[in-house]
Nanobody
Framework: QVQLVESGGGLMQPGGSLRLSCVASGSIFDRNFMGWYRRAPGKEREFVAHIRTDGITTYADSVKGRFTISRDNAKNTVDLQMNSLKPEDTAVYYC????????????WGKGTLITVAS
């Protein structure tokens, strides 16, 4: 019941910055987490960061101090500002929406590719 559309993927050199955005639509009136997961080549999908409706954030240890997640509840959007990018950040990044009340896996975007290489 929630549709997610990602934007902002692309190529960046190590040390550079990129911003990902995601817009949610549909049945999105509950308290929720919006966040990002990624799947690197040859690896399983992993958690990156999420932010609750009230602004509480959680980050994976691998991105703390480099990535910043934010949201605009009026626009139903979530952004991920990625600074000091490393080659190991190369992955397909997926937007996720999950109800605080219902829990479970929630809903997924189709993903956008980030490649960090010189």
């Amino acid at each position: 019941q929630v549709q997610l559309v990602e934007s902002g993927g692309g190529l960046m050199q190590p040390g550079g910055s990129l911003r990902l955005s995601c817009v949610a639509s549909g049945s999105i009136f509950d308290r929720n987490f919006m966040g990002w997961y990624r799947r690197a080549p040859g690896k399983e999908r992993e958690f990156v960061a999420h932010i609750r409706t009230d602004g509480i954030t959680t980050y994976a240890d691998s991105v703390k101090g480099r990535f910043t997640i934010s949201r605009d509840n009026a626009k139903n959007t979530v952004d991920l500002q990625m600074n000091s990018l490393k080659p190991e950040d190369t992955a397909v990044y997926y937007c996720n929406w999950r109800s605080v009340v219902v829990g479970g896996e929630g809903y997924w975007g189709k993903g956008t590719l980030i490649t960090v290489a010189s």
